[in-house]
């Protein structure tokens, strides 16, 4: 192991250096993000014999339910939405039920055929190029859907009327959008304690490869640490020989090597 002698003359300290800091372009960025929300509702229509009649105009709504944060509900209309379509045709819609405004969104309306052939009537949104976009509903009580969805006499006539019920399957997808911008975390970082662990190395003597005489009195240390703080051990580190160096002290940032 080698020895270093210091003196307690200090050397005149070297003038600190900085690097002045630099202007860093700053760039940021966001995205829009778009989703939909999807969901569907089931609607059994039982009795559909005695629903006839009820008038042009009169529907018969199905319980609300939500998608997307609406509320929604479907008309069925046994004798049709419009007077001048003369009750020929069953209306079927989807009305925006609650509370919202310029709600974006795609529809699609079953009638289910009940015979196990699954040849339902659809009209839908879903599936298909959409020239203009999604629909928008834009206030509560507005409706998408058909004043002609089917011809009465056929309906009552075919495979989706059995045991006089008719079920209905709405299907609805809400689009709804948001920016994102950069994300921020922030990590609590404890403060260091690595002097602690240095001290606690020092005071055990353990891998002590140094020792630094100090006015007479000797201390054993780590040229490695001792590196970190100034070239000169960094110089004594990469020497083979076990000579001892002498070197005025200053503080170990500044630390000059005089002989070997």
């Known amino acids: 192991m080698g020895t270093v002698r210091f003196s307690s003359r200090d050397l005149s300290a070297a003038p600190p250096t900085s690097n002045p800091s630099s202007s860093i372009p700053t760039k940021t960025t966001s995205s829009s993000i778009m989703e939909t929300i999807n969901g569907s509702h089931e609607f059994k229509i039982d009795d559909y014999s005695l629903c006839k009649g009820m008038g042009v105009g009169k529907y018969i709504a199905s319980d609300t339910f939500y ?10 209309y046994p004798d049709g939405k419009s007077p001048e379509d003369n009750s020929t045709y069953v209306s079927l819609f989807i009305a925006l039920a609650g509370e919202g405004t310029d709600v974006r969104a795609l529809f699609e309306l079953s009638l289910m ?22 629909y928008t509903l834009k206030y509560r009580g507005s409706m998408w859907g058909y004043k002609r969805f089917y011809r009465r006499n056929l309906l009552e006539t075919s495979d989706y009327l059995k045991d006089d019920t008719l079920l209905v399957r709405c299907r609805v997808g809400v689009f709804k959008s948001h920016t994102e911008g950069p994300k921020t975390y922030t990590i609590s970082v404890p403060p260091s304690n690595i002097g602690q662990h240095f001290g606690k190395l020092l005071d055990s003597g353990k891998g002590t490869d140094i020792n630094l005489e100090v006015d007479g009195e000797t201390f054993a240390s780590h040229k490695i640490v001792l590196a970190a703080h100034s070239p000169v051990p960094m110089d004594i580190q990469h020497e083979d020989h076990q000579s001892e160096a002498e070197v005025s002290y200053c503080p170990l940032q500044q630390m000059v090597l005089v002989t070997y």
């Not at 998608?67 to 069925?76: K, M, N, P, S, V």
């Not at 015979?115 to 190029?129: I, P, T």
């Open 113 to 134: 055929d009940q015979s196990g052939k699954e040849r339902h009537k659809v009209h839908s949104h879903f599936g298909r190029a959409l020239e203009r976009g999604p």
């Open 67 to 76: 998608i997307g944060g609406y509320a929604w509900a479907i008309h069925f």
